[in-house]
Nanobody, 122 residues
Framework: VQLQASGGGLVQPGGSLKLSCAAS????????IGWFRQTPGNEREGIAC????????YYGNFRRSRFTISQNNSKNTTYLRIDGLRYEDTATYYC????????????????WGQGTQVTVSS
């Protein structure tokens, strides 16, 4: 499976973005797709994940937050909507896939998209 992340950009505080993660390639199962973000000098931080087995999971401070993960009906595109963008949301956002089950740790994911940069600035 190959992943292509897109949708990042320069946004003013308070704005919204919807990031996309398009998956291509065949698998014998629907893999779990996770969204992470990373700022320079820091580890990748798990935001949310969707899988057939787990449904939807949000990690840490992203529970009940401004972040919403979703998928299209064919499950080949996973989205991450961010509302009420803040300066601290500035980061590179990545999507990744792993096996059947979600996990909040980046090291457990098998493959990654190239990342899409989100910059929040006035």
């Amino acid at each position: 499976v190959q992943l292509q992340a897109s949708g990042g950009g320069l946004v003013q505080p308070g704005g919204s973005l919807k990031l996309s993660c398009a998956a291509s390639g065949a698998t014998a199962y629907d893999p779990a797709i996770g969204w992470f973000r990373q700022t320079p000098g820091n580890e990748r931080e798990g935001i949310a994940c969707m899988s057939r087995e787990d449904g939807t999971i949000y990690y840490g401070n992203f529970r009940r937050s401004r972040f919403t993960i979703s998928q299209n009906n064919s499950k080949n595109t996973t989205y991450l909507r961010i509302d009420g963008l803040r300066y601290e949301d500035t980061a590179t956002y990545y999507c990744a896939y792993r096996g059947l089950y979600c996990n909040g740790y980046a090291i457990t994911y098998e493959a990654w998209g190239q990342g899409t940069q989100v910059t929040v600035s006035s």
